[in-house]
């Protein structure tokens, strides 16, 4: 059990560009969610996944952003035309379903967009 | 709408010293999480609590949990530099999967 992994880290990328992230939750692990944490604040709900199917997603959320989890296991989530706002730490994190059961956040990839 | 509030947001305070952290939640819930931030990191999960009484322990932390009055706190007894960090509570409300945060509390103990 190696933890729920995030890629990249860090990305620093120009305004209008797109960006992607990745995420590898625990194994087994049947729910996946994101999350975006700006400085100071308490992290934000996105989307969340259980299996491949996306079971809700945030109003923060425009479309821009679109999030897939294709057979259940990595998430990828991507943020078309980047804007300043959307610089933050988008943090993704795995749990089993089933409610009171430890969610488990990976280290978050910090975007900024300049 | 669930909101989750903590207070305080900023907590400076010696060594040696005891020290509550409050959550409040605005709707009913069937679990509310503790976890803790250091700068620049991930969360670490500290506690899940799952029901009204519960009470957990973990070193100078214990948490509890008030599901009639919609209150957690998180108890630091003699406080260690070590443990200075923000720390979250988050709140999942019944039949919903995703869990609220709060802002956080960010607890600096001086030596």
């Known amino acids: 059990d190696t933890g729920v992994s995030q890629d990249p880290r860090h990305k620093i990328t120009k305004r209008g560009q797109n960006v992607t992230f990745r995420c590898d939750p625990i194994?087994?692990?049947?729910?996946l969610y994101w999350y975006r944490q700006t400085l100071g604040q308490g992290p934000e709900f996105l989307t969340y996944?259980?299996?491949?199917?996306?079971?809700?997603k945030s109003r923060l959320l425009s479309d821009r952003f679109s999030a897939e989890r294709p057979k259940g296991s990595f998430s990828t989530l991507e943020i078309q035309r980047t804007e300043q706002g959307d610089s933050a730490m988008y943090l993704c994190a795995s749990s089993w379903a089933g409610g009171g059961n430890t969610i488990y956040f990976g280290e978050g990839s910090w975007l900024t967009v300049v | 709408e669930l909101k989750v509030e903590q207070n305080p947001l900023f907590l400076s305070m010696q060594e040696g010293k005891n020290y509550t952290i409050y959550c409040n939640y605005s709707t009913t819930s069937d679990r509310l999480y503790w976890y803790r931030q250091d700068p620049g990191k991930s969360l670490e999960s500290l506690f899940v609590?799952?029901?009204?009484?519960a009470v957990k322990q973990e070193g100078r932390l214990m948490a509890s949990l008030d599901t009639k009055a919609r209150l957690s706190t998180l108890h630091i007894t003699a406080a260690v530099h070590d443990l200075s960090a923000t720390y979250f509570c988050?709140?999942?409300?019944?039949?919903?999967?995703?869990?609220?945060f709060g802002k956080g509390t960010r607890l600096h103990i001086l030596p």
């Open positions: 194994s087994e692990h049947n729910r």
């Open positions: 996944f259980q299996n491949e199917a996306q079971l809700e």
């Open positions: 988050a709140v999942g409300e019944i039949r919903d999967d995703k869990i609220i």
């Open positions: 609590l799952l029901s009204n009484g």
